[in-house]
């Protein structure tokens, strides 16, 4: 077995402590927001130390964070998971209860079930979710490519429509801050695309004209991207980036606890 | 041309029936959505098992236990995010729940100090040794920065200086919104012309042998 | 005159489906042709690939799933077609959980057969998905094999040639993300920022105003903004390679340069709703002032 330092510092400190903390909050309610509180200040301190402290111990091949990362891609495949009971105990509650729209809690049902058990099996036989060794898709990926593809694609086009739809009726220069906003967008959108080049279409002798005009639109938008955009979105990164830098810290402090469904105190 | 296979016919189907709700809703389209919700679902599945759980977890257990040993620790973590669906046991949780927050929270703390502050505020930080069309712009931008920062400052009540340091910095937000809108027009009518180049190209013209 | 325009504020949002239906349709039926212009952060991009030695090492992540597949999947195709051109090597890896392995499926064997010379194991890997994108990119940047410990069909990486002498995501000399979200991002601020390997993002168009700061800054070496970045991409892989233009000749296959007639015809449409809504609107306002 192999017991270098990582694996044993953070079995030590990622199973030892909550197994101790699980049976210690058995009896004592209190603990059972405070030890997990600790658990995670020790797991976000981890890959920020890990960046600073060149030591084997902590960022070295044998050393605590490389194996943290490892655990992590685990946790977050069974993460990716967790929303699944929720709409599995949702539709099965309007199945029973036969509330407005159970028909269709049953197709999700369906749904669900079909493309999960294929990919169950997939896993299982050793099948895989791609080609069979026949060159055949598995039916997992039939069911990606023909059901799961074409039903995403389709509902995100839809809000082309929407937003076509709120241009025109809610885009309005009302005052000096949305006229330039309309402004920037309308010289955005033409000078992206060869707008001139088509209007010159029907006039073989304004094409040359048209080419020389749209570059120096599509010149013009460049600019706009790069400079004043570039100004604004560096400004938006670096607020935000503090901001989230901060609350980062509180979180991983304890001082921030509404991820745990704990509130203030508690 | 071949005739379209029954799997263009079935996404065929599907793509149109999401179109119907433009016209209004209707349970064509109430079933095209409740399937996708149901298949997306069931793909999650699919991958994360196929390709992190058995790949990361349960292969390396089963082929060298002595060297992968720890992995029981993240498996049994990862069991343990369910219980907050048991009632009495939900608080038994916290522990996976913690530890996958916070760890994601650490690597986005590095992150956006070196890879978002660090090297904007670099940018921002430029000598002025010459008096060029470069350091125009360069000065333009170093404007913008600085007035949309000092716009967000919300923590002390703006005077008579930093008002109109705010009104330029919102001049050259509202650039922004408008790029991104453009932008974001672009984006949306990309993905329309994607489900009709499929409807009229895949489907359509093989049907009618075009 | 001043009733059409009275009622055009009112207009059933339905007609404006129509319009916008029609608007698409109409050129994807008769293609127009339209010409397609680069900019600077597109020819960077090309023009960094193209200084690439052969041999060399390209990661390309497909972090976008069908929602943004039109804009992202002419992106990846194009840079796959060049890296195969140049006779660069490349490896390719998933993180995004939605759909974003069966387009990387799709597109890897598309360019399977286009280029049936291609050497899976040898020429380029195909690793598949993984959960936890900071997770894994932190794990690529020492040990490959610690995030993938096989490829996308379960071969252990030890037995993969090209694989046994790439440990680290250091070995490599570029990382292409075509992203829609978060993710590509995270290649800039984490990867690139920690480790130095240069990186070209193809973003959506509706994440692509943020990388022009990025660009600023010097993080990153190219974009490839939307499905128009894309067009430009594929028009300069054209120019420099002729052969390429048999794959973006024909009319059945979705390309980027393609989707750019529907795009233009699309955005007069939309600008003219605009002005004729704004027209409309100040009409309006003009009669209840003098009222």
Redesign the interface.
Known sequence: ??FDFG?VA??LL??IV?IG??IL?IRAPAL??R???M???L??????VS?YVPKNFISG?TGM???????????????????????L?TSIRKITRREA?WP??V??????????????H??IS?Q???FLPDGSPTP??????????????????????F???A???A???RNT??T???????????G????L???A?PFPGLQPAA?GA??FL?RTT?W????????????????A??G??SM??R??LGIERG???LGKGE | MAPPHIGIWIAAFLTLACFTFLYKDNPFFRFAESLFAGVSLGYYVGIVLNQTLMPNLFEPMGENFGLNWDLVVPGLLGVLLFMRYVTKFGWVSRYALAIYVTYYIGVEFTRKLHGEVMPQLGRLIRPITSLDPATLVSSVYIAGVLSVLVYFFFSKEQDAVTKRISRLGIYFLMISFGAAFGFTVMGRVALLIGRLNFLILDWIYPTLGI | MAGFFDRMLTLDRRWIFLFVFLSVAIPIIIPIGLPVTTTGSTRSAFEFIEALQEGDIVWISFDYGPSSAPENDPMAEAIMRQCALKKLRFVVDVLYPLGGLQLANNAIGKIAEEFPKLRYGVDYVNLGYKDGAAAVMRRLGEDIAGAFPTDVNGTPLAQIPMMQGLKSLRQVKLVFTAATGLIGEWWITQVHSQIGIPVIIGPTAVSAPKYYAFLNSGQLVGMLGGMKGAAEYEKLLRGRYPQMAKFYKTTRDFTATKGMDAQTVLHTIILMFILLGNYAYFRQRAKAARA
């Open positions: 077995m192999n694996r953070l079995v990622f199973a909550p903390g699980i909050g059972r927001s030890i997990p509180i658990v995670g200040f797991a976000g301190l981890v890959p920020i960046l091949p964070s490389p194996r943290l990362d490892q655990w992590l891609i685990i946790l977050a495949g069974f993460a990716l998971l967790l929303g699944i009971v929720n709409v105990q729209g269709f809690a197709v999700l049902l369906a749904g669900l079930f079909s493309t999960g058990s294929f990919g169950i997939g896993a050793g895989g979710i791609g997992f990926k039939y069911m990606a490519d023909w059901f799961f593809l074409p039903l995403q694609s389709t509902i995100f086009s839809l809000l082309a429509f937003m076509a739809s241009a025109f009726r885009f309005r220069a801050e949305a330039i906003l309309l402004v920037a967008a309308g010289l955005i959108m033409a992206r695309v060869p707008l080049e088509l209007f279409l080419a749209s570059q599509g460049e706009i991207m790069d400079t004043p955009n570039g100004a604004a979105q560096s400004g938006i990164i670096i607020g980036a503090l989230a830098a980062a810290i979180v991983i991820y745990l469904g």
